[in-house]
Nanobody, 126 residues
């Protein structure tokens, strides 16, 4: 049974940092690229980043490039999203998901598949 559990969100001031974690069960990171997505109130869910354990490649949405870093730990079957220089517009619920297709890089468009986790709330506010 596939399960994704996100954690690490919270309230942070602008310019601050957070590290999100996504623990994966039911498949190994080596099988599928993993994406981070976010959904702000009243907006559609958008892709934030992509991490491929097979070759270590990463891709980012333009809005987070240079500020966010995604990585994975195969031993822990966990994907991370390190977020720095956070802005109020980063406020959203963040989700991880396995990715079946990379549609485009700019803008970053991913097709997720399988189940979603419960997400983790990130609020950037002073």
């Amino acid at each position: 049974q596939v399960q994704l559990v996100e954690s690490g969100g919270g309230l942070v001031q602008p310019g601050g940092s957070l590290r999100l974690s996504c623990v994966v069960s039911g498949f190994t990171l080596d099988y599928y690229p993993m994406g981070w997505f976010r959904q702000a109130p009243g907006k559609e869910r958008e892709a934030v980043s992509l991490f491929a354990s097979s070759d270590g490649s990463t891709h980012y949405a333009d809005s987070v490039k240079g500020r966010f870093t995604t990585s994975g730990d195969s031993a822990k079957n966990t994907v991370y999203l390190q977020m720095t220089s956070l802005k109020p517009e980063d406020t959203a619920v963040y989700y991880c998901a396995a990715v079946s297709q990379l549609v485009s890089l700019r803008p970053l468009k991913l097709i997720p598949f399988g189940s979603w986790g419960q997400g983790t709330q990130v609020t950037v506010s002073s």
